[in-house]
């Protein structure tokens, strides 16, 4: 193996490319390589303050309704729905709303998912279109215009203690600002917290309500909700 070059070229290559990709992740987390590597991160840290509140869960056919009044609407896709397959159906769901006339866009992390790039590459394979799709620093100005943000499978990405809690274990990490928006659904399949292993304060916020279901039956559910709203006209 030492004498064949191209297979030296390609593990030199596949290594600089892991180690930009820790790189990213951690900048994207705000945290150090290693702190990363060593620190027990999903054990919750330090104590974070107490939440207040409640989970308002909704149906899909509110949840469907409220998308059919709205103009502008972000979707914030995440690991989940990665795990539930779900980027096909969201996509089927954002091609009703923009026969609608809505204006239906997609805010990614750079965390989120697994890897840089994750969710990106489950849109494209969905077919959703570039130039809907956007980075965290160009649609956190856009969410305090955002009549709903649906939030599917995103967690500790989405949680605004990072930039409110000082005693948080994310505090400090970028995260896009859907806490901003008018009205947010989120999408989950139940009351788990995130990577970090803490609770998510967007969720107890009296602008967000809480749609359990697995992303594709959620997704489709708010297809046929929407048809329902306005008699199936589309």
């Known amino acids: 193996m030492q004498n064949n070059v191209a297979l030296i070229i390609a593990g030199t290559v596949v290594g600089a490319a892991g180690t930009l990709l820790t790189r990213l992740m951690a900048k994207a987390m705000n945290r150090s390589i290693s702190n990363v590597l060593f620190s027990n991160f999903g054990g919750g840290g330090a104590a974070a303050s107490e939440?207040?509140?409640?989970?308002?869960?909704?149906?899909?056919?509110?949840?469907?309704?409220?998308?059919?009044?709205?103009?502008?609407?972000?979707?914030?896709?995440?690991?989940?729905?990665?795990?539930?397959?779900?980027?096909?159906?969201?996509?089927?769901?954002?091609?009703?709303?923009?026969?609608?006339?809505?204006?239906?866009?997609?805010?990614?992390?750079?965390?989120?998912?697994?890897?840089?790039?994750?969710?990106?590459?489950?849109?494209?394979?969905?077919?959703?279109?570039?130039?809907?799709?956007?980075?965290?620093?160009?649609?956190?100005?856009?969410?305090?215009?955002?009549?709903?943000?649906?939030?599917?499978?995103?967690?500790?990405?989405?949680?605004?203690?990072?930039?409110?809690?000082?005693?948080?274990?994310?505090?400090?990490?970028?995260?896009?600002?859907?806490?901003n928006a008018k009205k947010v659904i989120v999408i989950k399949r139940g009351k788990g917290t995130g990577f970090a292993g803490i609770e998510n304060a967007l969720f107890y916020q009296d602008n967000a309500n809480m749609l359990y279901a697995d992303g594709q039956e959620a997704a489709s559910k708010l297809v046929a909700g929407l048809k329902a709203v306005d008699g199936g006209g589309h």
């Open 51 to 179: 939440i207040k509140g409640s989970m308002k869960p909704i149906e899909a056919d509110d949840a469907a309704s409220l998308l059919y009044l709205a103009d502008n609407i972000i979707i914030v896709p995440g690991y989940g729905m990665a795990v539930a397959q779900a980027q096909h159906k969201i996509w089927e769901l954002s091609k009703n709303l923009i026969a609608r006339g809505k204006s239906v866009k997609f805010a990614i992390h750079p965390v989120a998912g697994r890897m840089p790039g994750h969710m990106n590459v489950l849109l494209a394979e969905a077919g959703v279109p570039y130039d809907l799709i956007a980075d965290m620093d160009d649609i956190n100005p856009e969410f305090p215009n955002c009549d709903v943000a649906i939030v599917i499978g995103a967690n500790d990405v989405v949680n605004p203690v990072a930039k409110t809690d000082k005693s948080s274990p994310i505090y400090g990490m970028p995260i896009l600002d859907v806490a």
